[in-house]
């Protein structure tokens, strides 16, 4: 049962453009949510987070909004740039346990 | 160290072995977890430390995992008989709060794991 679902598992985008990410939730305890990058050969590196109290957190180019009534987040990279490249990972949790992950979505910038 | 530390970056082993891997987190960090990522997934979590003890371990697949902290810093993950579906990258993270809020998950580069 995926808690965590993220249905597009591959985004093209043009460099400069922007790059909206998707994630939905089924747990409706669910109250801290994570994105998550991850390149090749390493680990996944934090990227954003956003409590269930904010509906928007922003920092630089990346914004998470955030809509409890929907269980949808969204990750938007503006402007997007070749370097974004990678996947991404939305991440969920309850309070104090553990982080939940979605599949991902690959993300490709275009020259 | 100045990351997440995991050894080996790569093991090879044949059906039925048992392995180890071994995870350093972050000095200082207090939550040490471990996730496996099968090629095309997700982490899926494995089992979640709050210094020596398991807080949750709800992930493990069975009996063939287990995984120690026994002082509360370093960890390792142990897998009995393996199978080859075993075959994946475990990733371990630490993170300096207990589960989240302001805090987030530090990983390290995996350990890439292939039963034969």
């Known amino acids: 049962d995926q808690q965590v679902k993220q249905n597009s598992p591959s985004l093209s985008v043009q460099e400069g453009r922007i790059s909206i990410l998707n994630c939905d939730y089924t747990?409706?305890?669910?109250?801290?949510f994570l994105w998550y990058k991850k390149y090749p050969a390493e680990g996944p590196t934090f990227l954003i987070s956003i409590s269930s109290i904010k509906d928007k957190n922003e920092d630089g180019r990346f914004t998470v909004f955030l809509n409890k009534s929907a269980k949808h987040l969204s990750l938007h990279i503006v402007p997007s740039q070749p370097g974004d490249s990678a996947v991404y990972f939305c991440?969920?949790?309850?309070?104090?346990?553990?982080?939940?992950f979605g599949k991902g979505t690959r993300l490709h910038i275009l020259p | 160290g100045a990351g997440v530390s995991q050894t080996p970056s790569n093991k090879v082993t044949e059906k039925g072995k048992y392995v180890e891997l071994r995870c350093d987190p972050i000095?200082?960090?207090?939550?040490l977890y471990w996730y496996r990522q099968s090629l095309g997934q997700g982490p899926e979590f494995l089992i979640y430390f709050q210094g020596t003890g398991a807080a949750d371990d709800s992930g493990l697949p069975n009996d063939r995992f287990f995984a120690v902290r026994p002082e509360g810093s370093v960890s390792t993950l142990k897998i009995q008989r393996t199978e080859r579906g075993d075959s994946a990258v475990y990733l371990c993270?630490?993170?300096?709060?207990?589960?989240?809020?302001?805090?987030?998950?530090?990983f390290g580069e995996g350990s890439r794991l292939t039963v034969l």
């Open positions: 993270a630490s993170s300096l709060t207990g589960g989240q809020g302001p805090g987030e998950l530090f």
């Open positions: 000095s200082g960090h207090t939550a």
């Open positions: 747990n409706s305890m669910f109250d801290y």
């Open positions: 991440a969920a949790s309850a309070r104090d346990d553990k982080i939940i």
